[in-house]
Every structure is written in structure tokens, then in C-alpha cells.
Nanobody, 114 residues
Framework: VQVAESGGGLVQPGGSLRLSCAAS????????MSWYRQAPGKEREMVAT????????VYADPVKGRFTISRDNAKNTVYLQMNSLKTEDTAVYYC????????WGQGTQVTVSS
């Protein structure tokens, strides 16, 4: 099992980014996927989760209404669209696949700064 994030970068407050997570090594369409983040000096926290069929999504309170998680099962990819970014969104963002055990990607840095 492998998951690999991409799409991070530096953006000004109020800007947008779209993160992607490409997965392989398992039947992607059967499993929920999640995005987590970890800011310096803080614990890793769940940002958003999507069910295997995209019929349900869950968001952490700080990102509700600004972030959108989606997936394309034909491409084995999950996305995180981040709008109205704030400085407090600065963190390393990780993709998580729970396939019996937790599989984490290497993370992608998102920095929100003017």
C-alpha cells in the first residue's frame, strides 16, 4: 500500500490550494480516506474524511465551509480543496488510508503567509 500527497505550497491568506493523494496497492474504491494535518508543536489532527462511495463526508470544525474533500475512484485519488485559507491552516498535510492498518503518506507542506 502506498499513498502520496502533492499540491502543497505557499499561499497568501484568503487564497486556495488543492491537494491530491494518489493511492496504490489496494482496492481504493472499497475504503474511506482521510486528510490529516500537523502544525509545528501540535498533535496531528483529522481534517476531513470521505466514505468509499463519497456518500458521506466529515470535517473538523475549523475547516467546515472552507475545505472540501472528494475522490475519484477511477483514478485512485482523493482531493482536498482548500479555500479561504488562514495562517492557522499552515501545517504538513497527510493522506491516510485505513486498510487493516494505517497507511500514511509522506506529507505535503502548506504554508499560508503574506
Amino acid at each position: 500500500v502506498q499513498v502520496a500527497e502533492s499540491g502543497g505550497g505557499l499561499v497568501q491568506p484568503g487564497g486556495s490550494l488543492r491537494l491530491s493523494c494518489a493511492a496504490s496497492g489496494f482496492t481504493f474504491s472499497r475504503y474511506p480516506m482521510s486528510w490529516y494535518r500537523q502544525a509545528p508543536g501540535k498533535e496531528r489532527e483529522m481534517v476531513a474524511t470521505i466514505t468509499s462511495s463519497s456518500d458521506r463526508t466529515v470535517y473538523a470544525d475549523p475547516v467546515k465551509g472552507r475545505f472540501t474533500i472528494s475522490r475519484d475512484n477511477a483514478k485512485n485519488t482523493v482531493y482536498l480543496q482548500m479555500n479561504s485559507l488562514k495562517t492557522e491552516d499552515t501545517a504538513v498535510y497527510y493522506c491516510l488510508a485505513i486498510v487493516g492498518v494505517n497507511y500514511w503518506g509522506q506529507g505535503t507542506q502548506v504554508t499560508v503567509s503574506s
